[in-house]
């Protein structure tokens, strides 16, 4: 699988994991894509302890990332970054695999 | 021990005017129900002279004719003294002779009641058991298996005698009865309440999650997903206190439980025995009567007229439930036409007395169990009449939460005695009490795909708001279809059932702001609202998202929804992207009417065509990116037309 966390983005969730006394050895950071959005699609975030068994795995600077396997179809390249900017705060995807963009950056078209 | 060799064991609601039957599987329980979908059998028997009884609606619809050989209301003389009987003035309510008969049992001498028929005795069990022996014949036949075992329920303040009379007729119904137990009970059992103890313990949905996609999508993604806030409370292990509001037919119930480590104890139980809906028809009817005795001179109470008022009366109470108003109309003959139409507001006046005396029992029934208002955890509702809006309102307020409606009110019992049956009869009831969401939820969107709210495996309890609006000029009306599945098209989704938020002020379709929110609550309950913000419209529906589901599948939809992952994206896709080019070009038509005379002739033409070229676009292709791409083109070339119409508005604003 091949999805890329910035160190940034880790160093967040790990932040997050701190501040809600989360077990990090248990768990995970969902990705996904879900339906609707303000340009088509958009994706979606979620901290979970349980993971399904087509989920597809990968492990990123201590983070155990997890995504499903038809979110997978379009998340396949991503990188996922976090941004602390006049603009706005939080995560924010690059995705190889999106023609267009919406200005927020969650959502996308493929 | 594989399924087939286990025994059968059916949940039975024995009541006091309806009795059903339901069964537990994998799925979850579920009503047997008879070849036109009916699951009530009326509990009346009616005696021919030929020794022939009809059992059911065929019996009901002799209790007009044949008052004396017509037997209803068993349940009120079940495990009861004559003596006692008769103080209670029980039995002057019933048209059928019930007489004294003195058994003796060893050395004891014991008064008992028994109803007379046709110079026949016979005692309330054996009656009872021409019923239940009706309903395992129903199951019999439906499951296709004999049927020997059965949980029955019985009202909370139902004594040892009575609870003995119950089980001597599902004995002599040839039913070997498992358990008895009572109905408020049953009916917490059926929203899962107590089945949840054995599952893994539910650590608290934590803030993270919420705010993690707060910060990713809602504040910067103006028309886009929100989720939205935590639900407020997690689930608390341990003790759990429940409160069930039992308006049926005839009778009226309250009890408080208190469930611990999947132990039901009743705590307190309070009603009246001789309220209940028929006394809300009641009302109606004296409120026709009397204005047709004032306008006609007429008096309408022959015994076969009131059958007919009493129908009459039950349908206006059932529509005033779901509409602002009814209209009834009597043909009085003659050409004379009593009509009028009732409001809710009229109809709430007329009941209102009879809802504060539950209200009352309720308060009575709180201090009973030294309870405060606010100190319960659930609110389950049963009875038909719960359905009537200002009833679910006052108890609401008696109570400080909100009730559980979700279940159908009337069937809620039998699922579940059902659900206990499965219990004993070893059937895995509680495969999807999970702490997560099995299959996503969501609503039906705007031609026919599948807007997802909460997605699959989310940590229950959870809360998703996402913003809606019309797609029609002046629609005041608005569907709301839940959802539930992986697919994005509405066919390959299951439907959970479905409400319609009227109501909202005409205005230019996309102005209306339809805030729809998804609430799941600790115990796996759907409550899903929709609130038009700028009127403050609101409606809502409950729904228990894992009745009818199984593991199975739950696994099937799965594993679809990967198979068809690609194209399933590309429909849902191809149908936002169609709404938007709908959506766009009416607005720039719109546009072109208010300002277009201050295009150059041959901008307009160019506006005109790029209409033209893009709705053909959209009904002709199935390229999505295409026509993505076909709408930003879209866009820019009706910016101008766009400047000079906002240009125009402001003015318009300032003069």
Known sequence: ?110 | MSAADRDIVVGIDLGTTNSLVAVCDEAGPRLLRDNNGESLIPSFLAFGPDGRVLIGQEAKAHAVENPTSTIFSIKRLMGRGFDELTATGELAQLPYAVVQRVAQIGAETRDMAAVEINGRLMTPPELSALVLREMRERATRQLGREVRKAVITVPAYFDDAQRQATRDAGRIAGLEVLRIINEPTAAALAYGLGLRGSAVPTTPRTEHEASLSLLNLASQCPSGAMPADQAARASTAGESLIAVYDLGGGTFDVSILRLMEGVFEVLSTHGDTRLGGDDLDREIIHLVQREVREQFGLTIDSPATRQALRTLAENVKVRLSTEPSAKLEIDLGRGRVYSRTISREEFEGLIAPWVERTINSCRHALADARLEVGGLDQVVMVGGSTRIPLVRKRVEEAFGRRPYTAINPDEVVALGAAVQAGILGGIRHDALLLDVIPLSLGIETLGGAMGKLILRNSRIPCQATERFSTFVDGQTNVRINVLQGERELVRDCRSLGEFQLRGIPPMPAGLPRILVTFLIDENGILNVSAREERSGQEAGIQIVPTHGLTRDEVRRMEMESYAHAREDMTAHRLIDLRNQVAFDTHKAEQMLARAGHLLEPTEKEGVNSAITELRQLAETSEDADLLHQSLDAFDRRTVRLAELAITMALKQEDA
């Open chain 1, 1 to 110: 699988m091949s999805i890329i966390l910035t160190e940034r983005a880790a160093q967040e969730v790990k932040t997050i994991l701190g501040q809600q006394n989360l077990p990090a050895d248990k768990t995970y950071l969902r990705l996904g894509v879900k339906g609707g959005g303000c340009s088509g699609f958009s994706y979606s975030l979620d901290l979970t302890e349980s993971k399904g068994e087509h989920d597809e795995e990968i492990e990123l600077h201590g983070i155990k990332c997890i995504v499903d396997p038809k979110s997978y179809l379009y998340l396949n390249g991503v990188t996922l970054d976090f941004r602390d900017e006049v603009m706005g705060r939080g995560f924010v995807f690059n995705n190889p695999n999106a023609s267009h963009t919406c200005g927020c950056g969650s959502s996308f078209t493929a």
